[in-house]
Structure formats: C-alpha cells, structure tokens
C-alpha cells in the first residue's frame, strides 16, 4: 500500500506552501520518521517528516510554491 | 517488585509509560497524516505533557469528571476516550463520538467522565465548578478535574471560576499545564506573576506546583491533592510544569522557541526519560517496552483505519441537535402546529408577577431536589433585588440557593455544569445588560453543548433574566432589551411573558425543558401586574402565542411590556373604527409563526412591535416572513416598531419617545391601515 504525499494544511490560515528542497533523493528508501523535504509557509520553513517507510518517489520539482492538496510524492 | 528508590510503585510507573505511549502514539500518527495531506483538520499539538494526563489517569476512574480544551487529546486519551470515536469525531464522520458535530475541539464523551472540552481558552473552569456542584449535592465522591494551560490564567473566567470554587470549598481541582506558552506568545511577555499557583492562595484555597514532566513526584503530588479534594477538603489549585515542544498549530517543533530553549525542553520531556526510567530501573525489558509501544501504535493505527471508512455525517444532521426536538429550530417554511394550554383550573390566588415567579419556583423546588437557585443576591432576607426568591433559602437552605459573588460567568458556568451533570439549575442574572459580562458561556457553551456533542450531553438550565425599560432613569447600561443577541444564536430557547399568569406557566415548563431556556422577565411588569393566578402546578407550552385581543383589520405583534402598550393602542384605535387583533408571542424561540400567519391570513395588516432597537430586531425577521409567506394575500406590507437605534438615555423626555409607546403604536397601525 503506498501513501500519497500532498502538501499539508499545517495551520488554519495556510493555503499553500513552498516545497523549497528534497532531503531524500528521488527512489531512494526512507524510513518512517526520516526528513525527507522542506516545506515553506509563510510563517516559518518546517522539515517534513517520512509518515511511512518505503521508497520515496518525487512527484513535483522543489523551488515551486503548490496549493494545499497538491500531490508532491508517494511513499511506495 | 517495591517501590524502592524510585518513589512510585514499579507496577504505576509502567502503567503510566503505557498510557504515555498510547498519547505518543497518537500524537505521531496526526502529525503524520497532517504532514503527508492524509487529514486536514487543525491540531494543536501536546507533544512534551504526555505525562501529566498519563498520571492522573492512575489516580481517577471514569467516574471523575473532566474538561479540558482544544490542546487535549493527550487529556482524552488518557481518559479513555475509544480512539476510533475520538478520531470518527476529528475526521468529522458519523460515528465521531459526537456524530462528528464537535471534532476535536470538543469532544464530550460521558462514559469516559470527559464532560466537556471547549475551544474558548479559560471558559471550562466555570462549567468545572458546576459539574462539582452536582457531585457534591449528590453525596458522591467524584472529583472534577478542569485542564487549562498557563495561558487561560490571563482570562477572567478562570478568575471568577476560582473564586466562587474557594467560596464554596467545592471538589474541583484546577489543573495548569504550564507549558510556558500563551499561544505564540509566551511568560513573561504577557504576565509578571512569579508562579500562578500563589493565585489560589490569595483566593483562599490551596495552590501547589508539582512537576509535570516527573512521573514519580507527579504521582505522589496528585496523590495527595486528589485525596484532598475526595475528602471534601475544598478545591486545589495544580500548577504542573512542563513545556510544550511543538508550535500552537501545526506540526513539528515549536518554532518560536529559540534552538537552546527547545533542547532543553527536550531534555526534560517526560517520554524518553520515563522509558529509560523503566530500563534502568529494571522494572521493564526492552523487549516489553518495544512490545507496549507497538501495541499502543497498532491500536492507533486499527482506530484511524476504521476512522476513515465511517460516513462523512451528512447534511440531513444540519438541524438534529440544536434542541432535543427538531421542530423548536425556526426553519422557513416549516411553522409546527403546536397545542396551547388548555383551561386553566384550580384554586387560585391573586398574585403580582414577582409572586407569579416565586410560585413556580417553589413548586419545582419542591417536586425536584435538583432544582436549585444561583444568582447574585438570591438569599433571604432580600430574595433575590426584585425578591422573586423570597423566603425560599429560609425554607431549603443555602445549598439550594445560593447568593453568589458578583461574577455573571462563574455564575452561568456554573449552572451550566450542574446541568451538564442533569441537575436543574435556575440561574438569575440581575440585568439583561451584564449578559454581556456572560454572554461566552450563554452563546459558546449553554447554546451549543447539545450541538457540539451531538446530543451525548446537554444542558436543562434556566436563565432568568430581568430587564429594566418602561419605567425610565435607569440609563443606558440598565434599560436594554438585548433578545435579538440570543434569538440570534442557535439553541438557546427565549420566553418573555406580558402578565402573572404566562410568567408562571412559562418558567415551569422552562425548568422542566431538557434544553437551556433564558427568561426574560420585565422589571416594570414584575411589580405592577396583578392577576388570579392558579396556585398549582401548571405550563404554559414554549413557541405558543396567545391572541390577547381579537380583531379583523389588522395584527399587532407583540411580548412582554410593549405588550400593555399594544392593548392600550387597540382600545384608543376601536374608537376610530379600527379594529385590531393582538397577539402575544410569550416565546420568541421557538417561535409561534402558525398563530401569527393564521391572523395575519384573516386581517391582512400586521404591525410587529418591541422595545428592542428596530434595526435587526426581531421584528424585521418576523416581517420578512408574514411578508413572504403572505405575499398575495396582504392588504399592506407587515411593518415593525422598535426602538430607535440609539442607547436608552437618561432623559425621562428621549427614553419615553425613543421607545414605542401607545402613541407612536397607534400611528404606525393608522399608517399601515390607511396607506
């Protein structure tokens, strides 16, 4: 089972966020509580954690600012 | 296995560990389906207090009473609150413990003694003391244990919670989760107390400061405090110090605590040491302790899966739980036939409305035990300012009346826990215009319980209110009508009556109605209406209007004292030819629209009249209605009258014309009749 990767609502007036860098190479293996990309908001730049083990799979490139709920990855 | 040098029995430590690891568990897996966009809802993290919760929770039952806030999913875990209900509720689903009406933010789950969680920092400390009340007047041991951060005690309900606690020695225990942040903001930017424990001191009561973060000496603390408190000793005042790790929303670490701060924290943050406690200790193998945590995650896990297959609750819930019957929630379209009161019988006895009101209260004091009295003032010899209690703390003690200290939100918190707990509880608040002072307990919490906990809890209060107007000098600040605030706020019912006989049957059925009910009783008419009341037990039922006057040309709509007014104006406009119908409304929620279309249909005219600013009042809602609902049928538009749109002025000339009177009645009917 994978787990998909959106960028998340981390506060109430959040609507979206800058997916400023992966930590974690595309297809490599990470394990569940593992930084694996920094997330910018308007109020601080915060390390996003692995939910999950897995493989990571990049679904969005870094230096974009997305909506909330936009699909960056998957952990597969 | 003793207790050794440990300071705790080896058996506890490792429960507490249990239920550390349970909140953990939980904590993580929001913070991770938070960050991977799997839930979208807002948290507010207690990373760092898991052992303040997991303690207590060694030293209470389900039995014992708790409220905590938004912060406290640690506290309802540890409570006992199912994990599938509790994230049901946060996902917003059906099969939430609150039918996912409340989420998170508040969670009230009886079974679990979790009674209520609010979203308003501060505001559980007043409902704290009523659950009190209501364990203490039932001779049951329960303690009631109301969370708050350190940040609550800036606010004044936490003030006057712990003031009326200290005066009534009652058995709650106030539990400051110092965490040393105030949202973003944190000691000592906003407060220059040394401690906040000294504050009980100063109040009378007994204040300790226990470390939160240290399973050992928190146990042996609480210990001692719930003990206290069990006993009948009074109330405690916990100041447990921790630190909260991560930010006031969101995720991850606690952003505007600088690096060195956070490291420390972490140092001290009771989870890991706890855990390398029980391994050094010996108590516990690292394979049991790997054991536990899975177990603790696999519940989790099973919780959030079963979580996100239960139903979104649908939209056909939207009006369910705004009272215990659907049909009290004013809806357009829709306007019950509900049944009047039949012939009213028995002795009678001539009775001014103050005696009206003191009759009623009587007798339900008389019939249920859990009918009580609070309010400022209430107790012999004055009987309440207007003496509508007069006699009755002479005669059932001060238990079942209780004069309180002059704080309008002790006062309706109270009543609200009591209620909460399914006591009966009349609250007086002096003057219309303190509800101001209250209006967060009234409107946040009194309105919405049934609602929020999708009907696990509700509140069968009373709120008697008085109003000054129609009598003049007393002012801006003591001559209001401030109704259109509570018929503007979903589920809270509202009866005001025009005479002795209504007052009475109205607050009858008001104390027996299992939803709050505020009753508006007019100063003016309490002590110059005079009628032969029925000396029994009788109801006039709620959202039932009464035609005073019968009439063909046109409709006059009216409540309480503007009511005389209305009868006055109609005797002067028969002279005229006009003939006019009066309709008393007695209860403007639930509302009588079946009574008033019905006479509009027959005279074609309808002039809404109150003492209430005009400008959204109540009689603009009650216009727009006749208006559509009777569109072709209407000679005239339906009018209102209200007051002018300015404060009550002390002028006896401004007040008397600033208010509809007979005048001014009579020559907006004039208008509407004569186009």
């Avoid at chain 2, 956070?262 to 049991?288: F, M, N, V």
């Avoid at chain 2, 005239?636 to 002025?649: F, K, Q, S």
Wanted: hydrophobic letters at 40%; aromatic letters at 6%.
């Amino acid at each position: 089972m994978s787990t998909t990767l959106t960028i998340p609502k981390l506060e109430m007036s959040m609507s979206e966020g800058t997916l400023a860098e992966w930590k974690v190479e595309d297809g490599a293996a990470v394990k569940e509580g593992d930084v694996i990309y920094v997330l910018e908001t308007n109020k601080t730049a915060r390390d996003i954690e692995a939910p999950t083990a897995g493989t990571l799979v990049h679904k969005a490139p870094a230096g974009e600012t997305y909506d909330v709920g936009t699909e960056i990855g998957e952990i597969v | 296995m003793s207790q050794g040098n440990l300071g705790i029995e080896p058996e506890v430590l490792k429960a507490i560990y249990g239920q550390m690891a349970r909140i953990r568990a939980v904590d993580k897996a929001v913070q991770a389906g938070l960050s991977s966009g799997k839930f979208m809802f807002t948290y507010w993290p207690m990373t760092g207090q898991e052992c303040i919760p997991a303690t207590i929770s060694q030293l209470t039952t389900e039995r014992d009473y708790m409220i905590t806030t938004y912060r406290g999913i640690h506290d309802q875990v540890a409570k006992g609150v199912d994990l599938y209900g509790m994230f049901a509720e946060a996902l917003g689903r059906e099969d939430g413990v609150n039918k996912g009406k409340g989420g998170s933010p508040h969670i009230s789950d009886p079974s679990s003694g979790s009674m209520v969680t609010t979203a308003i920092v501060g505001a559980g400390a007043p409902i704290a003391n009523g659950l009190a009340i209501s364990a203490k007047e039932r001779g049951e041991d329960r303690v009631t244990i109301v969370n708050f951060g350190d940040g609550a005690t800036s606010i004044g309900a936490v003030h006057e919670a712990m003031n009326l606690a200290g005066a009534w020695k009652l058995p709650v225990i106030f539990m400051c989760q110092n965490n040393t942040w105030g949202e973003y903001t944190r000691i000592p930017t906003y407060t220059a107390s040394p401690n906040f424990f000294g504050r009980a001191e100063a109040l009378g009561f007994k204040g300790v400061q226990l470390d939160g973060n240290d399973p050992a000496a928190f146990y042996k603390g609480m210990k001692e405090v719930i003990d206290y408190v069990r006993e009948g000793k009074g109330p405690v005042f916990v100041e447990a110090m921790t630190y909260r790790l991560g930010p006031h929303a969101g995720v991850g670490d606690n952003y505007n605590a600088t690096k060195d701060e956070l490291a420390a924290g972490k140092e001290r943050a009771p989870y890991e040491k706890t855990r390398a406690l029980l391994l050094e200790a010996g108590i516990s193998s690292e394979e049991e302790i790997t054991a536990l945590e899975a177990a603790a995650k696999a519940e989790v896990e099973d919780a959030i899966a079963r979580a996100l297959e239960s139903t979104v609750t649908p939209q056909s819930e939207t009006l369910i739980d705004v009272f215990a019957d659907a049909d009290s929630v004013p809806k357009r379209g829709h306007y019950p036939v509900r049944e009047a009161e039949g012939e009213l019988s028995g002795p009678t006895e001539t009775m001014t409305m103050v005696q009206a009101v003191l009759s009623a209260q009587t007798l339900a004091m008389e019939a249920n035990k859990e009918v009580f009295i609070l309010g400022e003032d209430v107790g012999d010899p004055q009987g309440g300012v207007f003496g509508t209690n007069k006699g009755l703390q002479d005669k059932y003690g001060d238990r079942r009346v209780r004069p309180t200290p002059i704080a309008e939100t002790a006062i309706i918190g109270a009543a609200l826990g009591a209620s909460i707990a399914g006591m009966n509880p009349i609250a007086e608040i002096m003057f219309v215009d303190f509800m101001g002072v209250c209006l967060d307990q009234i409107a946040n919490h009194a309105a919405k319980q049934r609602y929020m906990s999708g009907s696990a809890t509700h509140a069968p209060m009373t709120i008697r209110v008085q109003l000054g107007g129609g009598m003049g000098g007393f002012g801006a600040q003591h001559s209001q009508s401030l109704e259109a605030w509570l018929t503007h706020t979903p589920g809270i019912k509202v009866v005001y009556a025009s005479n002795p006989i209504d007052a009475k049957g109205l607050l009858l059925s008001a104390i027996n109605d299992p939803d709050p009910v505020v009753v508006l009783e007019s100063m003016m008419l309490l002590y110059t209406q005079k009628a032969e009341v029925p000396t029994g037990d009788y109801r006039i039922p709620l959202g039932v209007a009464k035609v005073k006057r019968e009439g063909t040309d046109v409709t006059l709509i009216s409540y309480g004292w503007e009511l005389l007014n209305c009868l006055a104006a109609a005797e002067e406009l028969a002279k005229e030819g006009i003939s006019v119908e009066v309709i008393d409304l007695r209860s403007l929620v639930p509302i009588d629209y079946h009574r008033i279309l019905e006479s509009v249909k027959k005279t074609g005219r309808a002039v809404v009249v109150h003492a209430a600013v005009e400008f959204c009042g109540l009689g603009a809602e009650i216009c727009s209605t006749i208006n559509e609902e009777l569109w072709g049928q209407l000679k005239a538009p339906a009018v209102r009258l209200g007051a002018e749109y300015a404060p009550i002025a002390y002028s006896k000339d401004i007040e008397t014309n600033q208010v509809p009177n007979a005048g001014s009645i009579i020559a907006r009917v004039r208008a509407s009749v004569k186009g």
